[in-house]
Structure formats: C-alpha cells, structure tokens
C-alpha cells in the first residue's frame, strides 16, 4: 500500500520549507524541510505506508484523520501544474 494525497491536497514545497494547500477544507499546513522531504516522496508515489518510522506514523496517521492524506494500492501522483 501507498500514501497519496488526497483529491484537492497539493504539496507546494520551497526551497526549505513546504505547505500543503487542503482545497477541500480551505487550510494550509506549514512543514518543515524533513517532512516537505517525505510528503514529496509520497507525492511523487515512492513512499509505502511500511516505510515511515513510529515518529513519521503518528504525524501521516494525523495527515489521513484529516484526510490530507490517504492510502493507495499503487502509487499515485498529485501535482500542480
């Protein structure tokens, strides 16, 4: 299984930090540069929901309660273009 983001989620990353734009519930979430790294990872459909460490699991398990989020059985791509 994958993470994706999810339908109207997109990864806006800069050239430390990113934010994650939610369309679906007009937020913006703030990253800092470990986590822009691995959301562009899943993003890009190259980070299996077995590949996060117990500290990143709490952090993605937030991310798919606030269904920024969500898991995939192949890899998907979401971005802006």
Known sequence: MFYALNENVYLVAG??????YDFN???????NESL???VNLINAGK?????ADE???VV???FLELGI???TESPE???IY
Not at 15 to 20: L, Q, R
Not at 25 to 31: A, C, N, P, T
Not at 47 to 51: I, Q
Request: net charge positive.
């Open 25 to 31: 519930g007009s937020k913006l979430y703030s990253l």
């Open 60 to 62: 993605l398990e937030k």
């Open 36 to 38: 822009t790294q691995k």
């Open 15 to 20: 050239k430390v930090k990113g934010c994650i």
């Open 69 to 71: 989020l969500t898991t």
């Open 55 to 57: 500290k990143l699991k």
């Open 77 to 79: 791509t979401h971005f």
């Open 47 to 51: 980070f299996r929901t077995d590949s």
